[in-house]
């Protein structure tokens, strides 16, 4: 596609809901990165995949969130369980191939509250 | 491990004046810094990157940043604020564990125009 696109763009849960937010990368892109970013904060890093390996999972929260990658191009962040705490703005962002310099491509964000 | 900080969250400037936002950034190897921005409902947007290679490195929309080893600083300016500058601006560090890597975002500055 042109850019990275991310639906929902808003999604109001009650909490304890589980909720799947859903990032669908330039094609062809390598690297996805999940950001989790609250109201007047910079992005947070969550979870990054290399194609459908999750190489790094250290920025989510706790176990309620899970993200998949299964085919190495959508990519679905999980959150079970919503809590109050879990309402922010979920960024999700590709880059082409795996290296370290490369330029970010960021979709424009679920806006999640949890009421 | 590597981060940065960005002094001053909101910054207001007349239009035609000069912008300045600050970034420093801490890191244990050579950084690679960025700059990012972020219009109202939509996602980052790349206005820059250093990578190692020249100190002054030139981005879109006239914007442009200095990286100063010394001061450990990254600042962003542009001689001529315009209207349209009106955003919120990220400055941006890649800090690598484990053998992967991760973008590290600061806690970001917005910039308002005057007329």
């Known amino acids: 596609g042109a850019g990275v696109s991310q639906s929902p763009r808003y999604k109001v849960a009650k909490r304890g809901q589980d909720v799947a937010l859903r990032c669908d990368p330039i094609?062809?892109?390598?690297?996805l990165f999940w950001y989790q970013q609250a109201l007047g904060q910079g992005p947070e890093f969550l979870t990054y995949?290399?194609?459908?390996?999750?190489?790094?999972k250290s920025g989510l929260p706790s176990d309620r969130f899970f993200a998949e990658r299964p085919e190495g191009s959508v990519s679905t962040l999980k959150i079970q369980r919503t809590q109050q705490e879990d309402s922010a703005v979920y960024l999700c962002?590709?880059?082409?191939?795996?290296?370290?310099?490369?330029?970010?491509?960021f979709g424009s964000g679920t806006q999640l509250s949890v009421l | 491990a590597q981060s940065v900080t960005q002094l001053g969250s909101h910054v207001s400037v007349s239009e035609g004046a000069l912008v300045l936002l600050r970034c420093n950034y801490s890191?244990?190897?050579?950084?690679?810094l960025f700059w990012y921005v972020q219009y109202p409902n939509q996602g980052l947007q790349l206005l820059l990157k250093?990578?190692?290679?020249?100190?002054l490195v030139k981005g879109i929309n006239g914007f442009e940043a200095e990286f100063k080893k010394s001061e450990t600083s990254f600042h962003l300016t542009k001689p001529s604020a315009h209207m349209s500058d009106a955003a919120e601006y990220f400055c941006?560090?890649?800090?690598?564990?484990?053998?992967?890597?991760?973008?590290?975002f600061g806690t970001g500055t917005r910039l308002k125009v005057l007329a």
């Open positions: 962002a590709s880059s082409q191939t795996g290296a370290s310099r490369e330029k970010l491509f």
């Open positions: 941006a560090v890649i800090g690598s564990t484990s053998g992967t890597y991760k973008y590290i």
């Open positions: 250093y990578t190692s290679a020249a100190t």
């Open positions: 094609s062809g892109h390598v690297s």
């Open positions: 890191s244990s190897v050579p950084p690679y």
């Open positions: 995949f290399q194609n459908e390996a999750q190489l790094d």
